[in-house]
């Protein structure tokens, strides 16, 4: 996994949007089988095995000790706490398309935050974010709904946003260079470590061995979190914060088309508008400035 700058980078924010929209399918395969702590701690562990396997057998190298804690810091607010946040949120009845709402407000957080590290924006990229947001809004629509919100998932969710925000600009800020399978052992083990106690206590640990289990798991460990999370990794380290999570305005569009192609989902012309909306958004966020 290599992360020097190459040709190669104009592809990874493809690569990033379909493998983040994907996880639509491990919720809808995996969650029915197991609470989402005790699927997360799962995660997380298989995650730590593989990277640690990776990095052994490719001697890939370790960061400087004084880096672990902000790398360990970082992963718990972009892994346990926004994934947590998250899927404790659906589970307790939140709607996909609310929980998502909020989730993909993230580039407009990012934007405001971004002086700390160094980060402006200018006029069209804000005319981009505002677009962004209007785009998920239409693709969610038909999937927004009060019904099974409360104080609690509410809560989680805008946790979960705050979480990814500031792990985002705090990776960006104390970490920029480190092995991505390296990094992600050490950040998937403080999450496990964070994770774990919560899980043993507010839930039964009941997991159901189905095929759809195994398969939702070993996606999660070896796409969404091998692949994806370093994918993630090296677009923080090679781009501007705003511009990297701008991206996740078409998440909710792929994984729309996603539901429509492998679940027979509805597929709106406001969603298809909506699509549309939130990529001329992102291209005026990422277009370079003259």
Not at 90 to 116: C, E, S
Not at 172 to 196: M, N, W, Y
Not at 246 to 263: D, E, I, K, N
Request: glycine share 8%.
């Amino acid at each position: 996994m290599q992360t020097k700058a190459s040709p190669l980078l104009r592809f990874l924010p493809a690569i990033f949007i379909f493998i983040w929209a994907s996880g639509y399918v491990v919720a809808k395969y995996g969650l029915p089988y197991a609470e989402p702590l005790t699927f997360l701690c799962l995660r997380y562990l298989g995650v730590i095995i593989f990277m640690l396997i990776l990095a052994l057998s490719m001697r890939a190298p370790w960061p400087e000790r004084r880096f672990w804690l902000p790398i360990a810091i970082a992963g718990i607010l972009m892994q346990a706490m926004y994934l947590g946040g998250i899927w404790c949120a659906v589970k307790l009845g939140m709607p996909a398309g609310v929980a998502a709402l909020i989730a993909n407000t993230q580039p407009i957080f990012t934007a405001f935050l971004g002086p700390i590290i160094g980060e402006r924006i200018y006029g069209k990229q804000w005319a981009g974010l505002a677009l962004g947001i209007c785009g998920v809004a239409l693709v969610v629509a038909n999937k927004i709904s009060v019904i099974g919100l409360s104080v609690s998932s509410v809560a989680l969710a805008v946790m979960a946003l705050i979480a990814m925000t500031i792990g985002t600009l705090y990776q960006k800020k104390t970490c920029p260079s480190f092995d991505v399978r390296t990094g992600q052992v050490i950040q998937f083990a403080a999450s496990l470590l964070v994770t774990l106690p919560f899980a043993l206590s507010l839930e039964t640990q009941t997991i159901i061995w189905t095929p759809q289990f195994f398969a939702a798991m070993a996606w999660s460990v070896f796409v969404l979190s091998g692949v994806g999370i370093s994918v993630l990794f090296i677009m923080i380290r090679h781009g501007e914060a705003t511009k990297v999570t701008s991206y996740m305005y078409l998440v909710p569009a792929v994984t729309a088309a996603m539901a429509w192609l492998m679940f027979g989902e509805k597929l709106t012309m406001t969603a298809i508008l909506g699509m549309v909306i939130a990529l001329a958004g992102v291209a005026l966020v990422v277009r370079p400035s003259r």
